[in-house]
């Protein structure tokens, strides 16, 4: 019924991200916004009474493989993708950021988050690779 | 019947003044500026000792009218916080899928660095229908699920996140003890890590 209503804005959204900002990632409101539109008839059907938490969700999904829809089993994939890649970029920033922050921020406290925190707010003088770092963590 | 109305309380003074959002216009960088900066942590704000706190009053106040009912805690209310409405199956801890771009935006902000030294409480509070020891259990197990939630699917270490159920034990609307503004979940500051 709304398959191709799904599919459209799943696809129209994930254009949406990649294309609008230099992120090439997502987060979790997002993600879920996109598995909404793609997988939510097939969660109905399938994984109806199951929690949030755990990722049983996505677990009852991978069982139910062959019956889901192409558009879910595809969204599925890139949203993981895409998650991951954020994840890592978070993992990430302080190192890249390492010798920007040495310089911009001499006095703070020495704890990753007050570390990164002075980072953020010395947006405008920070080199490229730290800036790109910061876009894909989701945190600019 | 489905209520979508997010609550944004930023507890700044002792009159917090709550604006109410639509829910796609609440987003994670508002609920990153409501959770921070929490000044002192208050050291015995805690889901074992409020867990507590509520089972003993219950105990002690039993056929209590709740609309002549005090908080349980007047701390809660001055930590940095945020208030939003969490829907559920009904009876269940099960959450229903239109809250999960919520659960989304609070995992996306609990991931940003401004927050990362920090950790949170969740609290969960049903209306004062039912049964008052009931409504605290399934509010413990409803907030529970968030909790679960976070720490695994939305990858928050564990430790940064307690969770508690009030039950009907801190009525926002004491006045109107059953009305819909009761139930709610609030995401509170507690301390640091």
Not at chain 1, 78 to 92: E, G, H, I, Y
Not at chain 2, 136 to 163: G, H, M, Y
Not at chain 2, 182 to 189: A, K
Request: glycine residues 6%; proline residues 3%; contains cysteine.
């Amino acid at each position: 019924m709304g398959k191709c209503i799904h599919s459209a804005l799943a696809f129209a959204i994930l254009v949406a991200f990649v294309v609008q900002s230099s992120a090439q990632t997502i987060g979790y409101a997002d993600a879920l916004d996109m598995l909404a539109a793609a997988c939510g008839a097939d969660v109905q059907k399938y994984c109806k009474n199951v929690n949030l938490g755990n990722n049983r969700i996505n677990n009852c999904l991978e069982q139910h493989q062959s019956n889901i829809s192409f558009e879910c089993k595809k969204t599925r994939a890139d949203v993981f993708t895409l998650l991951q890649k954020r994840a890592n970029a978070q993992a990430s920033v302080r190192g890249i950021c390492d010798a920007d922050i040495r310089s911009l921020c001499p006095g703070v406290v020495q704890e990753d988050g007050y570390l990164l925190e002075c980072g953020l707010k010395a947006w405008r003088s920070l080199g490229d690779k730290c800036r790109q770092a910061i876009t894909d963590a989701g945190w600019h | 019947m489905n209520h979508h109305r997010i609550f944004l309380v930023i507890a700044v003074t002792a009159f917090a003044l709550p604006q109410a959002l639509a829910q796609n216009q609440l987003n994670s960088g508002e609920i990153v500026d409501s959770l921070q900066a929490l000044e002192t942590a208050p050291g015995n704000v805690t889901a074992a000792v409020l867990r507590q706190q509520a089972l003993n009053r219950i105990k002690n106040h039993q056929g209590d009218d709740p609309r002549n009912r005090e908080p349980l805690s007047d701390q809660l209310n001055r930590l940095p916080q945020l208030t939003v409405e969490i829907n559920f199956n009904f009876d269940s801890a099960i959450i229903r899928p239109e809250s999960y771009r919520t659960l989304g935006l609070i995992a996306d902000a609990l991931h940003h660095p401004y927050l990362l030294g920090y950790k949170f409480l969740v609290v969960g509070h049903t209306d004062a229908s039912g049964k008052r020891e009931y409504n605290l259990n399934l509010s413990q197990k409803r907030a529970d699920a968030i909790r679960e939630a976070l720490v695994t699917t939305f990858r928050i270490e564990p430790r940064r996140v307690e969770a508690v159920g009030l039950g009907e034990e801190q009525l926002r609307d004491s006045a109107n003890p059953n009305s819909p503004e009761n139930r709610r979940v609030q995401l509170i500051t507690i301390g640091k890590l």
